[in-house]
C-alpha cells in the first residue's frame, strides 16, 4: 500500500521568509556580521552569506566598512540596515496640529513636518486636503535624500476602521472615509502616490500609533504588556499585550478617555458626562488652570501657582481612578503616559500613584513601584504610523523590492 507523501515546502516561499528573518535579525541588531545572524537564527554560515547577498543587492542592508571581531575566527564585516530605498511615511491628524513624518529601515526620522492647524474650524475632507500637502512636502524632501516611501499610515482621532473615522467627537467627525480622502488629496499633487493602484495605505487611531511607538523605538526594554495614554486636546489609550494591540472585536478599544470617572461630572462631546478628558485633557487643564498654552501651564506648575497644582492634582486624581480600573481589569506591567502628559509628570504623577495604590487590587501598585512612567520623547503617532509600514517591509522585503531598486 501506498503512503501518503508529505507536501514538498515551497523553496521560493522558505527563502521569502528566511529573507525577512534576516533583515529582521540585523534591524534589530542595528549593526551585526554574518557569523552572528546565523548564530542568531539558526542557519548555515553559508546559507546566511547567500541571503545577505541578496538582500545587498536588493539595497535593504549596506556594509560599513568596519569590521568585527568579536567572535572566534577572521573578523567579518558589519552589516546595518541602509539608509536609503524603502521607508515609511507617517501622518497624524490631531485636534490642532497636524505631523508628518518619514523613517527609514534604520528607524531614523529622515523627514518631519509639523503644522499648528485648527482643524476644529475646517471640514474633514479640507484637513485631509492639509494633511496630503503637507505629506506631499515630505515626500519630496525624502526623495532627494534616496527614500522610496513603501507605503503610509494615517493615525487619526477617534474611532477608526476600515479606513475610515466612525466617530472623533473632538472634530466633529462622523463616518468620514479618510484614507480615501487622503488618497485622493495626496495623488492630486504626486501623480502615482495615491488611490487603489499607487501608495498602499493603512490608518488607525492615534493612541495606538503611539503605543506603536513606545513599543518599537520607546526605552521600555523586554516589557511587552502596557497601557499607554496620551494627553492632547482629549485623552487617547492603547492597549499593548505581549507585543501586540489590543482592539477588542470592532477596534475600538482603549478609548479610555470617555472612561466616566463622575457621572454628574461636566458634558462631554461624545454625549456622555464626567468623562476623563474632561478633567486631563490639554483643553480641561488649561480651563482649569486659567492658562493660555501648555508652556504657560509648566511655568506657573514650577512657580507653585495654587490655581495650576490644583487643576494638575485633580487631573491626577481622575487619571489613577481611571487608570485603576483599567489596571484591575487588565494586569498591565506598567502605565505609560504620552502627549503632553510627560511635561506634567512632576505635578500629575503623586496623585496618580496615589490613587493606584489605594484602588489596584493586586498590592503591586504602591507608589514607588515605578510602574508609572512617562514615555519616551521617541513616541509619537506619526512615527508609530511610518513604522507600522516599515513593519509590513521587514516581514516581507520581497514585495517591496521594486522600491529599493529605484534610487
Excluded at 43 to 58: C, F, G, I, K, W
Excluded at 120 to 129: C, K
Excluded at 141 to 147: K, P, T, V, Y
Aim: overall charge negative; some cysteine; charged content about 20%.
Amino acid at each position: 500500500m501506498n503512503q501518503p507523501t508529505e507536501p514538498k515546502a515551497d523553496k521560493s516561499g522558505v527563502r521569502r521568509h528566511n529573507l525577512s528573518l534576516v533583515l529582521r535579525t540585523v534591524h534589530d541588531a542595528g549593526e551585526t556580521t554574518r557569523a552572528a545572524v546565523a548564530s542568531r537564527v539558526g542557519l548555515t554560515r553559508p546559507a546566511v552569506s547567500s541571503l545577505v547577498e541578496q538582500l545587498l543587492d536588493l539595497g535593504f542592508l549596506v556594509e560599513s566598512g568596519k569590521t568585527f571581531s568579536g567572535q572566534a575566527g577572521r573578523p567579518g564585516t558589519v552589516l546595518k540596515p541602509a539608509d536609503t530605498g524603502p521607508a515609511g511615511l507617517g501622518v497624524e491628524v490631531n485636534i490642532d496640529y497636524v505631523t508628518v513624518c518619514v523613517v527609514d529601515l534604520t528607524g531614523t526620522d529622515r523627514v518631519r513636518r509639523t503644522e499648528r492647524l485648527d482643524n476644529r474650524a475646517a471640514g474633514a475632507t479640507e484637513v485631509l486636503d492639509r494633511a496630503a500637502r503637507i505629506a506631499a512636502e515630505a515626500l519630496d524632501d525624502a526623495a532627494e535624500r534616496g527614500l522610496v516611501p513603501a507605503g503610509a499610515g494615517l493615525a487619526l482621532p477617534g474611532l477608526v476602521t476600515g479606513g475610515s473615522v466612525r466617530q472623533a467627537p473632538n472634530l466633529g467627525w462622523n463616518e468620514v472615509d479618510a484614507e480615501r480622502l487622503f488618497a485622493e488629496a495626496l495623488a492630486a499633487r504626486r501623480p502615482g502616490t495615491g488611490g487603489p493602484a499607487g501608495l498602499a495605505l493603512t490608518s488607525d487611531n492615534e493612541a495606538n500609533m503611539a503605543a506603536l511607538a513606545e513599543l518599537w523605538f520607546g526605552g521600555l526594554g523586554d516589557l511587552r504588556t502596557f497601557l499607554h495614554l496620551t494627553g492632547e486636546i482629549g485623552v487617547g489609550g492603547a492597549i499593548v499585550v505581549h507585543g501586540e494591540l489590543l482592539r477588542g472585536a470592532h477596534g475600538f478599544a482603549g478609548e479610555i478617555g470617555h472612561l466616566v470617572v463622575d457621572a454628574e461630572g461636566p458634558r462631554c462631546r461624545c454625549g456622555s458626562r464626567g468623562c476623563l478628558e474632561q478633567y486631563a485633557g490639554q483643553a480641561a487643564l488649561l480651563r482649569a488652570a486659567a492658562a493660555g498654552d501648555v508652556a504657560e501651564l509648566v511655568r506657573r506648575a514650577e512657580t507653585g501657582d495654587p490655581r495650576t497644582r490644583g487643576a494638575l492634582d485633580e487631573a491626577g486624581r481622575m487619571l489613577g481612578r481611571a487608570l485603576s480600573g483599567a489596571v484591575n481589569l487588565l494586569d498591565p506591567e506598567a502605565v505609560v503616559l504620552g502627549g503632553i502628559f510627560p511635561l506634567l509628570m512632576p505635578w500629575l504623577a503623586p496623585a496618580v500613584a496615589e490613587e493606584l495604590a489605594a484602588r489596584v487590587v493586586s498590592g503591586l501598585w504602591t507608589p514607588d513601584a515605578a510602574r508609572l512612567r512617562a514615555a519616551s520623547p521617541a513616541s509619537d503617532a506619526a512615527r508609530g504610523a511610518a513604522a507600522l509600514v516599515l513593519h509590513d517591509v521587514l516581514t516581507d522585503p520581497l514585495a517591496y523590492a521594486t522600491a529599493a531598486t529605484d534610487n
